[in-house]
């Protein structure tokens, strides 16, 4: 059966890095666009960035730009999200998924990793 998985969470400092991994089976990611969300508990799911399927075309929601950076190494199966310049408030669960098109809305996507948690701490 087709699966992501997210790895790369964890508990870091303000300031500090995370690079999270999206790792596919059953699936050839080339094949897809990928996208990053991420949640916090009581609120809806919140677009991070989305890489096209060549890796040519990237987009990031606007509190994002400039600190976070996704890529894709297709050899591999593989797609990575660096954030750097980590704040508290970007402590949420965060996932990747995988759909025939960019897009910038969860419905956009057809299939889902199982999250892994990024909290930075003050």
């Known amino acids: 059966q087709a699966q992501l998985v997210e790895s790369g969470g964890g508990l870091v400092q303000a300031g500090g890095s995370l690079r999270l991994s999206c790792a596919a089976s059953?699936?050839?990611?080339?094949?897809?666009?990928m996208g990053w969300f991420r949640q916090v508990p009581g609120k809806e799911r919140e677009f991070v960035g989305y890489?096209?399927?060549?890796?040519?075309?990237?987009r990031y929601g606007d509190s994002m730009k400039g600190r976070f950076t996704i890529s894709r190494d297709n050899a591999k199966n593989t797609v990575y999200l660096q954030m750097n310049s980590l704040k508290p408030e970007d402590t949420a669960v965060y996932y990747c998924?995988?759909?025939?098109?960019?897009?910038?809305?969860?419905?956009?996507?057809?299939?889902w990793g199982q999250g892994t948690q990024v909290t930075v701490s003050s």
């Open positions: 998924a995988g759909g025939t098109a960019v897009g910038r809305d969860s419905d956009d996507y057809d299939f």
């Open positions: 059953g699936r050839t990611l080339s094949s897809y666009a």
């Open positions: 890489i096209g399927r060549s890796g040519s075309i990237t």
